[in-house]
T-cell receptor
Framework: QQPVQSPQAVILREGEDAVINCSSSKALYSVHWYRQKHGEAPVFLMILLKGGEQKGHEKISASFNEKKQQSSLYLTASQLSYSGTYFCGTEGDFMKTSYDKVIFGPGTSLSVIP | DVKVTQSSRYLVKRTGEKVFLECVQDMDHENMFWYRQDPGLGLRLIYFSYDVKMKEKGDIPEGYSVSREKKERFSLILESASTNQTSMYLC??????????FGPGTRLTVL
């Protein structure tokens, strides 16, 4: 039930681009993205909803393919501050009620080096 | 600023002890969550609550219970702590349909 994330880890030089993928075996209502820096709490990046609505930072881009139950997070022109672990969280379509149960993936470690 | 606070940053307990982890949020959020975070496993949901006195099991509820008597407070209880419950515990809150705000975490060590 936990979504799968790929890659597990990636190392980038400043200015390079990266894509982090998240996939689920179940129909999805939404995909959430969070970033956690070492020793800190996870911080919200974006929510992508079934039907195309997005909530989140303007500088972060992501896609949500409902049919394939997949989402990708695009990090362009990476900066040192992008380093951290990125988690995707999925909310099942069949479970959508008045409250949110988000299941998080194992995370992708991203390191940006000068 | 939204604030989610947790009662302790670090906690050391002995096997068999009853452990209480407290979480308080100040944004009137209806949803509150408890996760444990272990290397390579990500954030695993233990329990969540969508209203006062309401709770739902997450993916790994065994060995844990929760209490939500007031909207702002969500407690995680380890009835009899075991060494395999040594972990980082994160609390979060949200209003329905929106982002989760996480607390700083409690690193629990069970000896």
């Amino acid at each position: 039930q936990q979504p799968v994330q790929s890659p597990q880890a990636v190392i980038l030089r400043e200015g390079e681009d990266a894509v982090i993928n998240c996939s689920s075996s179940k129909a999805l209502y939404s995909v959430h993205w969070y970033r956690q820096k070492h020793g800190e709490a996870p911080v919200f990046l974006m929510i992508l909803l079934k039907g195309g609505e997005q909530k989140g930072h303007e500088k972060i881009s992501a896609s949500f393919n409902e049919k394939k139950q997949q989402s990708s997070l695009y990090l362009t022109a990476s900066q040192l501050s992008y380093s951290g672990t990125y988690f995707c969280g999925t909310e099942g379509d069949f479970m959508k009620t008045s409250y949110d149960k988000v299941i998080f993936g194992p995370g992708t470690s991203l390191s940006v080096i000068p | 600023d939204v604030k989610v606070t947790q009662s302790s940053r670090y906690l050391v307990k002995r096997t068999g002890e009853k452990v209480f982890l407290e979480c308080v949020q100040d944004m009137d959020h209806e949803n509150m969550f408890w996760y444990r975070q272990d290397p390579g496993l990500g954030l695993r949901l233990i329990y969540f609550s969508y209203d006062v006195k309401m709770k739902e099991k997450g993916d790994i509820p065994e060995g844990y219970s929760v209490s939500r008597e007031k909207k702002e407070r969500f407690s995680l209880i380890l009835e009899s702590a075991s060494t395999n419950q040594t972990s980082m515990y994160l609390c979060a809150s949200s209003s329905t349909g929106n982002e989760q705000f996480f607390g700083p975490g409690t690193r629990l060590t069970v000896l």
